[in-house]
């Protein structure tokens, strides 16, 4: 609440452990119960552990390391969105597809490895590492060879940033109310953190989870330079499926045209 004449009174939850365990009640619920996002989820995970690295040929170590850090970092989206904290999931999810696409430029020109873990060396080595590392330049092959694709990881990207990646209004008033009818000239300011699991509001956190998830998992299946036809062919038959199954999941949620 907030007194324009008596400066600002701010109430918080209880404490960290309150936090906690709300977030591992709503988690609990929705890993116990049999919601269809969750379900793709699943199998995004599968998918991402097994499934794409029979199509991944890596051609460098540090492109690999840093394919498996997206991976985790998606994993920290995923938990954050089963806690019902949504806010808190598209900063993970865009750092996720920031670490795919440093791995698929570096897997198509592992000579950027170097440049890639020099940056620290002197201010020379981090300004050409600002120059050669950007999430556009990882993802740019694609515009071509998966056009669906690129669109895709764009959007997600840019999307990202409006829902709280950064800083931006999205990403704050769609967990704010504001009543200024108080008693005594107060106005009370409201800021949601955590939502229960059928809340509209953890639905797209799972929703973005799904998107981002497969954007990922194609940027690391599409890292390879040089796929064979058969694997080619397999591997947009795995990733049809997979799509088909983040639509089914999502199309219950989303509002007739």
Not at 79 to 104: D, I, K, N
Not at 152 to 170: M, Q, R, V
Not at 214 to 224: E, G, K, Q, R, Y
């Amino acid at each position: 609440m907030t007194d324009t004449n008596a400066g600002p009174m701010v109430e918080m939850g209880k404490n960290l452990d309150s936090y906690m365990a709300a977030a591992d009640e709503t988690a609990a619920e929705l890993l116990q119960g049999d919601d269809c996002l969750v379900a793709a989820l699943r199998r995004h995970d599968e998918y991402l552990r097994c499934g794409v690295w029979a199509h991944v040929v890596g051609s460098s170590t540090v492109g690999s390391i840093l394919q498996m850090n997206a991976y985790m970092v998606f994993l920290a989206g995923v938990r954050m969105a089963l806690s019902g904290h949504p806010a808190a999931v598209f900063p993970l999810l865009r750092t996720a597809m920031e670490f795919a696409s440093y791995g698929l430029l570096i897997e198509r020109d592992p000579v950027l490895a170097e440049v890639w873990t020099h940056r620290h060396r002197s201010e020379a080595d981090k300004k050409a590492c600002r120059k050669a590392f950007t999430f556009d330049q990882g993802i740019v092959h694609l515009k071509e060879k998966a056009p669906d694709v690129y669109d895709l990881a764009k959007l997600a990207y840019e999307g990202a940033i409006d829902f709280g990646a950064h800083p931006n209004l999205k990403g704050v008033a769609s967990h704010l109310s504001i009543d200024e009818n108080r008693p005594g000239g107060m106005t009370a300011v409201t800021l949601t953190t955590l939502y229960g699991s059928a809340h509209v509001e953890t639905v797209r956190g799972l929703c973005a989870c799904l998107d981002f998830g497969f954007a990922i998992i194609a940027m690391i299946a599409l890292a390879t330079p040089d796929l064979s036809e058969d694997r080619v062919k397999r591997l947009i038959e795995e990733l049809q499926a997979l799509n088909d199954l983040k639509k089914d999941a999502v199309a219950p949620y989303q509002r007739p045209e």
